[in-house]
Nanobody, 127 residues
Framework: QVQLVESGGGLVQAGGSLRLSCAAS????????MAWFRQAPGKEREFVGG???????NHTDSVKGRFAISRDNAKNTLYLQMNTLKPEDTAVYYC?????????????????????WGQGTQVTVSS
């Protein structure tokens, strides 16, 4: 059974930092793109950042310079370092893994580009 389990969410003041982790089990995703999405109440799930199997990254404009996605293939784990957090970053954060396109240099920005999802971790930024 494939599982993606996020951790590291919580409540933080504006300007603070959090590091999210996503541990994969049941199969390895070292050959596939992985990504972080987030969903705020009443809004659609949106792309935050993604990383190819080779480590090339792409982040949405609103988090560039503040967030950084990384991966440790030996640990089958995805990370999201979030710095200078803002109240508008408040959302449930989900990790996702592609399962159809190994060794691709593409980072899908749509939810349809990923076949596996975690259950989400809440991030709340107070002003």
């Amino acid at each position: 059974q494939v599982q993606l389990v996020e951790s590291g969410g919580g409540l933080v003041q504006a300007g603070g930092s959090l590091r999210l982790s996503c541990a994969a089990s049941g199969r390895t995703f070292s050959s596939y793109a992985m990504a972080w999405f987030r969903q705020a109440p009443g809004k659609e799930r949106e792309f935050v950042g993604g990383i190819t199997w080779r480590g090339r990254t792409n982040h949405t404009d609103s988090v560039k310079g503040r967030f950084a996605i990384s991966r440790d293939n030996a640990k089958n784990t995805l990370y999201l370092q979030m710095n200078t957090l803002k109240p508008e970053d408040t959302a449930v954060y989900y990790c996702a893994a592609d399962h159809l396109s190994p060794y691709s240099y593409n980072i899908p920005r749509q939810t349809s580009g990923y076949g596996y999802w975690g259950q989400g971790t809440q991030v709340t930024v107070s002003s």
